[in-house]
């Protein structure tokens, strides 16, 4: 039986990837950071499957003892301060979790076992002021924000540790995905709580920042595939995983509304305090590499992602209508 540890597993990715590795057959562990209050919102359903140990991305050591402890085949690292606003309010400390902390887990992997398949969570926000369009594994980084700027320097840590102790480590290079299980600042999801709320009568207005930015949007259940692929192959590589399509803001605020019979405009009101001191204005990924050489190719479309996202929160609004 393979064994998987994976960092971040209480977060949007770490869930749906514990799910995809129980159902191949792993034995599954999660690291998870001391919470005086429960976390296991994503994980619930997973709780009696999953083994989960305490340790930090700021402490190596409790990292080298959990890596001992479960001695994994395959390492996936997505645990990060993800949220890119507040990597302004917290630039210090974004850089510890989401640049040192790669360092950290990457050293405690070389000391303990260096032949540990290794995984980190690059980001298309290192893209930021994009350089090519579309963007691709050669397209020069020039990120916007201080977790750009982590994500840029995890990902070349990662690259240099497997030249420099020829570990099999890989950068999955995503782009934006989303789904249901979503953190609610996220634009997509803040959408469509919103959608579902205000069609419920439980709001009125949804105050949003930016609406002409472009993503590139897809599925986190179809990119938690690509990461396991990356480690399935002989050879360590770096891919961009990404749909080739662009939305704006406006459209999936169009779609989102559109799909409970809403009119967006009637609802949606900018503020200017969510705008952000520097902002990604335009994201577009080619996923060729990762399309010819691991076989990925993503299975949910933009408005299929969309629609499910709306009508997962109707479901849960109307549940938490009903408790009240
Ligand atoms: P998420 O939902 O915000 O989850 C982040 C996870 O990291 C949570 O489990 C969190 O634990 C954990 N974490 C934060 N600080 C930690 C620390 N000091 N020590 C240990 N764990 C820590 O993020 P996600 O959307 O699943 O993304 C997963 C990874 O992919 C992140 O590295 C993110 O930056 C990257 N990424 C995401 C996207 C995307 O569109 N979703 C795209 C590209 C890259 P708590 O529950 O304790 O907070
Ligand atoms: N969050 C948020 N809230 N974003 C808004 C809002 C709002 O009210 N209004 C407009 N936006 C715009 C942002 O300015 C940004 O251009 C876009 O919506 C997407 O914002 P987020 O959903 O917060 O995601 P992100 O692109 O900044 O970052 C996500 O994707 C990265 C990959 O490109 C995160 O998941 C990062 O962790 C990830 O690396």
Known sequence: MRTALITGITGQDGSHLADLLLDKGYRVAGIVRRSSVDQSERIGHLLNRIEIHQADLLDESSLVKVIDRVRPHELYNLGAMSFVPASWEQPVLTGEFTALGVTRILDAVRIIDPNIRFYQASSSEMFGRVRQVPQTETTPFYPRSPYGVAKAYAHWITVNYRESYDMHASCGILFNHEGPRRGREFVSRKITDAVARIKLGKQ?????????????????????????????????????????????????????????????????????????????????????????????????????????????????????????
Request: hydrophobic share 45%; with cysteine.
């Open 204 to 324: 009125q207005k949804l105050e949003l920042g930016n609406l002409d930015a472009r993503r590139d949007w897809g599925y986190a259940g179809d990119y938690v595939r690509a990461m396991w692929l990356m480690l399935q192959q002989d050879t360590p590589g770096d891919y961009v995983i990404a749909s080739g399509r662009q939305h704006t803001v406006r459209e999936l605020c169009e779609l989102a509304f559109g799909h409970v019979g809403l009119d967006w405009q009637q609802h949606v009101v900018t503020n200017t305090n969510l705008l952000r001191p520097a902002e990604v204005d335009s994201l577009l990924g080619d996923a060729s590499l990762a399309r010819e050489t691991l076989g990925w190719v993503p299975e949910v479309s933009f408005e299929q992602l969309v629609s499910m996202m709306v009508d997962a929160d109707l479901v849960r609004v109307r549940r938490e209508i009903a408790q009240a």
